[in-house]
């Protein structure tokens, strides 16, 4: 395996050896178009649809965490049959990490999803998505929609940057501002009480030091917030695109307990999703509701038992 630029941090991969719940190596791409020279880390595991999968599910973190986040989901799914893909983002988990905070823009990683994307010429698509995860993820669809067909979606949003940005994500964004080597672990056992030490300190893992941290300091500070902001366009583009052009499944499920991207956030967002049902809310589950996996996958249970309605 080819070592990274000089201007890129690579996490050893020893940091993620004997994590809870997360097992076998990544996959890795090394030349995804535009992005030469960079290498990108997924999981991808269960069948194809040649393989009789019947589903694949596209599953998107955010700041400030990485696909381990998922790790609730994966056995489930694949034991219904599906397959399940879930990369880091560039300077994330097991990915590349830019030293340069200035290299993270919208663009630059929605780009990056659109090869990832096409480069495992992935079809029929159950995104998965939340936080930074639905901000880039929910933009995906309307470049692409003959490849996706289903949509989870929980505590995210739009950022169209001609509606304000809410009071608790602007305190968030101010505080993690003053936070240039911000405790990954430490915020997620705040957010999360029901986790162990030990997969607290696992949202450490591919942060060694501060210079490993570009991504999750630059983060907060790229949500458009101005019409002309970088991705505020194609936000808005993609906010008339699921209002009108949508007509795959979805569910949405919210963390009832985020101050920050929390039900009337979602409320919001659900409006511009044609045809969503009422949000299913996790009273407990704060903005990280993926590690309230069983409760989420339940609630999405219509998008996970497809073979019969597909037979």
Not at 23 to 37: H, I, M
Not at 121 to 137: A, F, K, N, R, Y
Not at 142 to 166: C, H
Not at 185 to 213: I, N, Q, T, V, W
Request: glycine share 10%; hydrophobic share 45%; proline share 9%.
């Amino acid at each position: 395996m080819s070592a990274p630029r000089a201007d890129v941090l690579r996490t050893p991969a020893q940091r993620f050896a004997g994590l809870p719940g997360f097992d076998g190596a990544p996959r890795t791409l090394d030349a995804l178009p535009g992005f030469e020279g960079l290498r990108m880390a997924y999981t991808d595991v269960g069948g194809d649809a040649a393989a009789g999968a019947q589903r694949t599910f596209l599953c998107l973190h955010g700041q400030p965490t990485w696909g381990w986040l998922y790790r609730g989901f994966v056995d489930p799914l694949v034991a219904a049959g599906h397959r399940v893909v879930v990369p880091d983002l560039f300077g994330f988990g097991r990915s590349d990490k830019p030293v340069d905070d200035r290299w993270y823009t919208f663009t630059r990683h929605r780009d990056a999803l659109l090869a990832f994307v096409a480069a495992l010429d992935l079809h029929d698509v159950c995104l998965v998505c939340q936080d930074w995860g639905g901000l880039l993820g929910l933009t995906l669809p309307p470049a692409m929609p003959d490849r996706f067909t289903a949509l989870l979606v929980m505590n995210t949003t739009l950022a169209t940057g001609d509606v304000a940005l809410s009071d608790g994500f602007v305190a968030w964004r101010a505080w993690a501002a003053t936070q240039p080597d911000l405790a990954v672990g430490r915020l997620m056992a705040r957010a999360c009480p029901h986790l162990s030490p030990a997969e607290s300190a696992a949202y450490d893992a591919p942060f060694p030091d501060a210079a490993h941290k570009a991504g999750v300091r630059r983060f907060p500070q790229l949500v458009p917030e101005r019409p002309d902001a970088d991705g505020a366009a194609v936000s808005r583009a993609a906010r008339d695109w699921w209002s009108r052009e949508w007509a795959g499944d979805s569910v949405m499920v919210v963390g009832a307990s985020d101050p920050v991207l929390g039900p009337p956030v979602m409320e919001a967002l659900r409006r511009h999703i044609r045809g969503c049902p009422p949000p299913v809310s996790i009273a407990a589950a704060g903005h990280f509701v993926q590690e309230w996996a069983p409760d989420v996958l339940a609630a999405a249970r219509s998008l996970i038992h497809v073979g019969a309605r597909r037979a």
